[in-house]
């Protein structure tokens, strides 16, 4: 039976021109779920995309703090934003570049009201928002991290897998927790991003929310060198001898169970990843690959240390996917129940 008192999700759509809106309407026509979600969206939109998926879909209009219905199968209750101008599958468009924003700004606020306990957003177009003059914008995670006035956020990635508490042998058949020391940053200005005091707090953050939201009374964190061999003993980079290394030994001086820097290339390997709980690695590209070839697909991205549960899925806008009924709404799912999770373990139910 469908629960009325299930938590609510907030589900901002994402770019209108890719998948996350077929996506929502793929989620409310499938497997019903221990959580109410609210899409956060157009709702011509949606119908728009679940007629062209062929989906029946009853689409509920609410105000944020209107009762939310239980969920059920074919029903998207949806706190409508208007689109700025007409969206086309595949074609991006500047004009919406301001209703994607909204949506967020629905979401953040509903959370911080008491509407929702958290928000689970589907993929946005970063270069059309950039088009479009916001200046700076450099993806979901920056934008929340302003949005809610906080000094510092941290990227973690799961696979489906591994959104539990630790449990003997964790991280066989894939299971893995990544976490990012920079983000969404060219190559060559990720050295000068990783400062001591940087690291520290992203290793704080990591270490504090991995026992809030995931259960863990210890985590045990393996963290990346920066660079090949970590480093080599100084001869192939200082940054793990000058910043890394100091950070790690303080840290470990306070408690925490921290292994590195290791080399990235071996990290990724069971004789390392055995009884971990999440790696930190210095960039994008050195931990989300290894990540996503365990997982992708299901696999969710989460935003560690707002005052708010944000979850994501593992993939972009699919421009070319979207309206064919071709998108997989599998790490939508995880995002959701990962989301649900959180928020019990977190105490905002």
Same mark, same amino acid.
């Given at each position: 039976m469908a629960d009325i008192d299930a938590p609510v999700l907030a589900l901002t759509t994402g770019e209108p021109a890719g998948i996350g809106p077929e996506l929502a309407v793929m989620l409310a026509a499938g497997t019903l779920l221990p959580v109410r979600v609210v899409a956060v969206g157009d709702p011509d939109l949606l119908a728009e995309r679940a007629a062209m998926?062929?989906?029946?879909?009853?689409?509920?209009?609410?105000?944020?703090?209107? =009762?939310?219905?239980? =969920?059920?199968?074919?029903?998207?209750?949806?706190? =409508?934003v208007a689109l700025r101008a007409p969206s086309h599958p595949g074609l991006l468009d500047v004009a919406n570049a301001g209703y994607v924003l909204e949506t967020l700004d629905v979401a953040v606020t509903a959370c911080g009201n008491g509407h929702a306990v958290g928000m689970v957003t589907a993929p946005l177009h970063k270069g059309v928002i950039l088009d479009a003059g916001h200046v700076g914008f450099s993806g979901h995670t920056e934008y929340l991290r302003d949005r809610c006035s906080v000094d510092?956020?941290?990227?973690?990635?799961?696979? !489906?897998?591994?959104?539990?508490?630790?449990?003997?042998?964790?991280?066989?058949?894939?299971?893995? @927790?990544?976490?990012?020391?920079?983000?969404?940053?060219?190559?060559?200005?990720?050295?000068?991003?990783?400062?001591?005091? @940087?690291?520290?707090?992203?290793?704080?953050?990591?270490?504090?929310?991995?026992?809030?939201w995931f259960g863990l009374n210890k985590p045990r964190i393996a963290v990346c060198g920066l660079n090949p061999h970590a480093g080599e003993g100084g001869h192939l980079g200082r940054e793990e001898l000058d910043v890394i290394i100091p950070v790690l030994e303080a840290l470990r001086g306070e408690g925490m169970a921290l292994d590195g820097p290791?080399?990235? !290339?071996?990290?990724?390997?069971?004789?390392?990843?055995?009884?971990?709980?999440?790696?930190?690695?210095?960039?994008?590209?050195?931990?989300? =690959?290894?990540?996503?070839?365990?997982?992708?697909? @299901?696999?969710?991205?989460?935003?560690?240390?707002?005052?708010?549960?944000?979850?994501?899925? !593992?993939?972009?806008?699919?421009? !070319?996917?979207a309206g064919q009924g071709l998108a997989d709404s599998g790490s939508l799912e995880v995002a959701v129940r990962l989301a649900a999770d959180m928020a019990r373990r977190g105490g905002l139910l």
């Open positions: 998926l062929g989906r029946k879909l009853e689409l509920v209009a609410l105000a944020p703090g209107d =009762p939310v219905p239980a =969920p059920c199968q074919g029903v998207l209750p949806v706190w =409508p510092e956020v941290v990227m973690l990635l799961a696979t !489906d897998s591994a959104l539990h508490a630790r449990e003997p042998g964790w991280t066989s058949g894939g299971a893995l @927790r990544v976490a990012l020391a920079t983000t969404h940053l060219a190559l060559r200005e990720v050295s000068d991003a990783i400062t001591g005091p @940087r690291l520290e707090r992203i290793l704080r953050i990591l270490h504090a929310d991995l026992t809030r290791l080399p990235a !290339d071996t990290l990724f390997t069971p004789r390392y990843l055995d009884g971990v709980d999440a790696v930190l690695a210095m960039y994008h590209d050195q931990g989300l =690959p290894v990540l996503k070839y365990a997982g992708f697909g @299901r696999a969710a991205n989460i935003t560690l240390g707002l005052p708010l549960v944000r979850t994501s899925v !593992d993939h972009g806008t699919a421009l !070319d996917l």
